[in-house]
């Protein structure tokens, strides 16, 4: 089971990446290019909507009911800034 962290702060960038801030205050990038080929994200891909990724619930939402695991974020993000 993976560390149950919810995320406070997100920001969409070029490339498909995603830039959070978590609960313990650590601060992560997450790669979204090896999913935007599945469902349900591939409806982000080479849109605009990609760019209005939010936080609801702990974790990273997009319109028409598209979200994320943030297990699967924290897990599969790495540390750009440590909590201080």
Known sequence: ????????NV???PGHQLVIKF????LRRFDMSPHMNQKPWARLKNSPLFFRARVENGT?????EIDIDPETLYELSELI????
Do not use: F, K, S, T
């Open 1 to 8: 089971m993976g560390i149950l962290l919810d995320v406070i």
């Open 11 to 13: 920001q969409a960038q």
């Open 23 to 26: 609960e313990n205050g650590e």
């Open 60 to 64: 990273v939402v997009w319109p028409g």
């Open 81 to 84: 800034e440590p909590v201080h």
